[in-house]
C-alpha cells in the first residue's frame, strides 16, 4: 500500500511530457468525406498520426485507400499533411491550422491546401464544435471539366481553370450517462467549384450542397465503433451531369452522395 501511494503521488507530481504521439487505425464501410464517397460505396482502409508539443502546436498525418470517384489523378491513396495550433479560449478551444491533400501517384495539380479554423466548447451535456475551411483559388479545384461525359472522352472543356471552396460545419455530441455510447450529429454546406477539376472530381461537385449524419459510437477497450447514416442534397437529377464520374462504379447510373449507413471501427493510440 505505501508503494502504490508514493507511486500516485509521483504520478500526480510529473509534469506531462512536452511532446506526445498519438494515432489511430480504422476499417470502415465506405469512406465518406463531406458526404461523397470516395471509395465507390465500398471499405475503406485508414489510419493517422499526430506529434504535438504542449505549447499548442501540432503535426500530423493522415491516408486512407481510394476508389470510383472520378480518377483521382490516377491515384489510389490519399494523403493528408495537417499542421495547426490550439490553444484555450475562453471556456474552450480554438484550433487553426491546414490541411494539403496529396494523392500520391496521381497526375500533376490534383494536390490542394485548405486551411481551417474550429473552435469547440460545452453546453450542459453536449460539446459542440463550429468550423470553417476555405481553399484558396487552385488548380486543383477548377472546372476543368463541365461535364462528366467531357471528363470520361478526356476533354477539357477549360484546362488550367482555377477554383476555390469554402466548407462550414458544425458537429454535436452527448455521452450517454453509465453508458459506453455517445450520441453524435453533424451537419455541413459545401460552395465553390461545380464541375470536375483535373482528376475528374470535385471538392463541391454541384456548385453548393449540404451534407449531414446521425450516429453514436460505442466505446472499449480503446476501440470505439462508430455507425452512422450518412446523407446529402445532392439530388441524381442534379448530379446527372457528372456522369458518369458520379457513379458507382462510373457506369453512369446510381449516385455515391446518397444516403447510406456507415459504420466504421477504430482503435487508438
Do not use: C
Not at 126 to 145: C, E, F, I, K, S
Request: no cysteine; charged share 15%; glycine share 16%.
Amino acid at each position: 500500500p505505501a508503494a502504490e501511494a508514493r507511486a500516485r503521488r509521483t504520478a500526480e507530481t510529473t509534469p506531462p511530457p512536452p511532446v506526445t504521439v498519438s494515432g489511430s487505425a480504422t476499417i470502415a464501410s465506405d469512406y465518406r468525406f463531406r458526404g461523397v464517397s470516395q471509395s465507390d460505396q465500398e471499405m475503406a482502409v485508414q489510419g493517422g498520426i499526430t506529434v504535438a508539443h504542449q505549447s499548442g502546436v501540432y503535426v500530423g498525418t493522415w491516408a486512407s485507400n481510394l476508389a470510383g470517384w472520378g480518377t483521382f489523378g490516377g491515384a489510389n491513396m490519399e494523403l493528408d499533411l495537417i499542421g495547426g495550433v490550439k490553444r484555450p479560449i475562453g471556456g474552450g478551444t480554438i484550433d487553426v491550422g491546414l490541411t494539403w491533400y496529396m494523392y500520391p501517384g496521381g497526375a500533376d495539380r490534383t494536390d490542394f491546401a485548405e486551411p481551417y479554423a474550429k473552435l469547440s466548447g460545452t453546453a450542459g451535456p453536449a460539446t459542440l464544435t463550429a468550423g470553417v475551411a476555405y481553399a484558396p483559388r487552385q488548380q486543383a479545384l477548377g472546372r476543368w471539366y463541365r461535364t462528366g461525359a467531357d471528363a470520361a472522352a478526356g476533354t477539357y472543356t477549360d484546362p488550367g481553370a482555377k477554383g476555390h471552396n469554402l466548407y462550414l460545419w458544425g458537429d454535436g455530441a452527448v455521452a450517454v450517462p453509465g453508458t459506453p455510447f455517445t450520441a453524435k450529429a453533424h451537419v455541413g454546406h459545401s460552395r465553390g467549384q461545380n464541375g470536375l477539376g483535373p482528376n475528374a472530381t470535385a471538392v463541391a461537385p454541384t456548385g453548393r450542397y449540404w451534407d449531414w449524419s446521425l450516429g453514436a459510437d460505442a466505446t472499449w477497450r480503446g476501440l470505439t465503433l462508430n455507425v452512422s447514416y450518412v446523407d446529402t442534397d445532392i439530388s441524381n437529377a442534379e448530379a446527372a451531369y457528372l456522369r458518369p464520374s458520379f457513379s458507382r462504379g462510373q457506369d453512369g447510373t446510381g449516385n455515391i452522395a446518397g444516403g447510406t449507413v456507415v459504420a466504421a471501427l477504430t482503435a487508438a493510440f
